[in-house]
């Protein structure tokens, strides 16, 4: 998967679905949406210099993303403390309509 930083502020980044991504319903999977959602707050946490994982995370999918349209993925940290942080990614199709959004709960690395 190929993905490009769109915005360091917000944290944006996106991915062009390709054929690879339907699932049997002709949409694009939502393991691919989790994907993206989850490298993008991965990255999002690298870029404030800090290190870390998911810890716990779930996602909510709104409307089903078409195959070839670029979706995008936009982190907002929603409580960063010293040991976790919590990020909320909302991910929206090229009409900026809402596809999905996930919480994401990340651990930070000790420093």
């Given amino acids: 998967m190929i993905f490009q930083l769109e915005r360091e502020e917000p944290f944006t980044l996106s991915y062009l679905s390709v054929e690879e991504d339907r699932n049997s319903n002709g949409f694009v999977h939502g393991g691919v949406i989790f994907h993206l959602c989850d490298e993008a707050v991965g990255r999002c946490v690298v870029a404030s210099g800090r290190g870390g994982a998911a810890s716990d995370a779930s996602i909510h999918y709104y409307r089903p993303a078409r195959i070839g349209e670029r ?23 090229p009409q900026d309509r809402l596809m999905a959004d996930g919480l994401f709960t990340i651990a930070f690395s000790e420093p």
Wanted: charge should be positive.
């Fill in 71 to 93: 979706l995008t993925a936009a982190v907002q940290p929603r409580k960063l403390g010293r040991r976790l942080g919590v990020y909320l990614v909302e991910v929206r199709d």
